[in-house]
C-alpha cells in the first residue's frame, strides 16, 4: 500500500513520509529539521520550567569542581572585560540607590520629628506645622522606605 503524502509543517511543500514513523509533520530538509526540532525545545519548556532552574545548581557545581571559570575568563579577555565593566555599573547603581534611599528617609524622619518638638502652638505655628505636614508627606509619597522602618506621618504627634 503506498503511503500518502503530507505536507511539510514549516516549508508547506509535499513530502512523503518515513514508512516507519506515522507521526512525522516536517520534511527532510535542514532548514524544516531545524525548524521542527527548534519548535520542539521550546514547547519542552513551556511544559518544564522548573528544569532550568534545578539544571543552573548542578551546571554551577560542575563549573566549580573542574575549574571552568578561571580557564574559561583567561582565554576570553574581552567577555572579562565586560563582564567586569557590568559588574562594576551594578555595584555603583546599588550603593547609590541606597545612598539615595537613606538620605529620603533622614530627611523624613526630621520633618516627622520637627512636629513633636511644638508644645504651646501659636497661630503662626499652626502654618509652620501644615506646611512641614504637607513636605513630610510628599517625602513619604517619594520614598516609600521611610515608612516601612517605623516613621507614620500619620500619627498625631504635633498641632
Known sequence: MPIPKKRCKFCHAWFTPDARTAHQVCCDKPECRRQRKKAANINWRLKNPAYEKTRAGKKRAWAQSCGYWPSYRLTHTDYTARDNKRRCKSYKAQKISANQDARREIAVERLASTREVVANPSANQ???????????????LCAPSANA???????AGGP
Open 126 to 140: 499652626d502654618a509652620i506645622a501644615r506646611r512641614v505636614d504637607i513636605i513630610a508627606e510628599y517625602l513619604s
Open 149 to 155: 522602618n517605623g516613621t507614620d506621618l500619620g500619627q
